[in-house]
């Protein structure tokens, strides 16, 4: 008796709206966003009672509408909420970033961390501690004006009659070798307080962060996330070989450039908020698409499962090596270096590497 099984595929649908517009869903990405979004909600009411005076999720669920204590409130809205708010803004900048990069690039290394954007960004920020003695905005707009040259070095570099992945890889690989050079002959050179403040910069962090770190990379992902996203049904056709989107009428070059400098300016934006942190733009894309199971760029989902690994980062490192509290950076390390092997393995049993 011959077995046969029928599949059954659950295929977007689309939904109308006024005046004949249309957006196709899929399924089960609403569903793993809506997942997403619950789980960064749950991360960040947990993180805000989380500290040395802790607090119940119900208390600071009613201090977030308004009815707690005045000690409560100086809790949760000045010293905490700041500090959530960018992991959620960080996390998410990443998430879209690393998702742009890896869609671009058709590769899933394509991250900011390997392709030299945020050791760029670390130039800038150490050019300013040690040779400048700049104070904290100095070192943020350091940290984007280096990662925006590295990026239009990277380009530069990688450009010839368009950009390949593999190519622009490989540069961005080189660059980040050169990058991480610099930064060694800054710090041997630095004097010794100058070379601690880098330090810490350098390991990426969430510690201490207020509104006045909360706005200006707010502002920057009000703007840089409609204008990426409003680009998903191009990037989606350049994912399809560049012949076939310029056949499509897609200008693929000039929409590659513009989200390239999207992602490189979330990338910046994201460092010099918390500084730079490691493995989560390159992690996100490639978990929220096996999350999703879509093959296409999965920027919004991307963005989330960003957020979620950061908040679930930060958690971790505040709860789980007890009175010793790890810069989140060290966490989200030690996570994607073991994620970078892994992702390394089964692109060597796929035949890619």
């Known amino acids: 008796m011959t077995d046969i099984r029928i599949r059954r595929t659950v295929r977007p649908r689309p939904l109308r709206g006024p005046g004949g517009t249309s957006l196709r869903v899929e399924p089960r990405g609403l569903a793993a966003g809506l997942l997403l979004t619950a789980a960064t909600l749950a991360l960040a009411v947990v993180l805000i009672g989380t500290g040395d005076f802790e607090m119940a999720p119900g208390d600071v669920v009613q201090t977030l509408l308004g009815n707690g204590s005045p000690a409560d409130d100086f809790i949760v809205n000045d010293l905490r909420l700041p500090r959530v708010l960018v992991a959620i803004l960080v996390g998410a900048a990443l998430g879209m970033s690393g998702a742009v990069f890896q869609s671009v690039s058709r590769n899933p290394l394509g991250s900011p961390d390997l392709l030299g954007f945020g050791y760029g960004s670390a130039v800038g920020a150490l050019v300013v501690i040690v040779v400048f003695k700049g104070g904290a905005t100095e070192v943020a707009l350091g940290a984007v004006v280096g990662g925006l040259l590295a990026g239009v070095l990277v380009y530069l570099l990688a450009y010839k009659k368009g950009i390949h992945g593999y190519r622009l890889v490989l540069v961005g690989i080189g660059a980040s070798a050169v990058l991480v050079a610099v930064i060694q002959y800054l710090i041997a050179k630095a004097q010794i307080v100058e070379a601690t403040r880098a330090m810490v910069w350098l390991t990426g962090s969430l510690a201490g962060r207020d509104w006045a770190q909360v706005w200006p990379l707010l502002a920057v992902c009000a703007v840089l996330f409609p204008l990426v996203l409003g680009q998903s049904r191009a990037l989606r056709v350049i994912e399809m070989g560049d012949d076939a989107a310029y056949a499509l009428g897609v200008p693929v070059e000039r929409t590659r450039m ?86 390394l393995v089964m692109e060597r049993k796929a035949g890619r590497i």
Do not use: E, H
Not at 285 to 301: C, E, H, M, V, Y
Not at 309 to 320: H, K, P, T, Y
């Open 258 to 343: 513009l989200l390239m400098l999207a992602a490189v300016l979330l990338t910046t934006a994201a460092a010099a908020a918390a500084g730079p942190i490691s493995f989560v733009a390159l992690a996100a894309p490639q978990l929220a698409r096996r999350l999703t199971r879509s093959p296409g760029s999965n920027l919004l989902t991307g963005a989330l499962m960003g957020t979620v690994l950061l908040l679930a980062s930060d958690l971790a490192s505040q709860r789980a090596f007890g009175s010793d509290q790890l810069p989140v950076g060290v966490v989200t390390g030690l996570v994607g270096g073991v994620y970078l092997l892994w992702l």
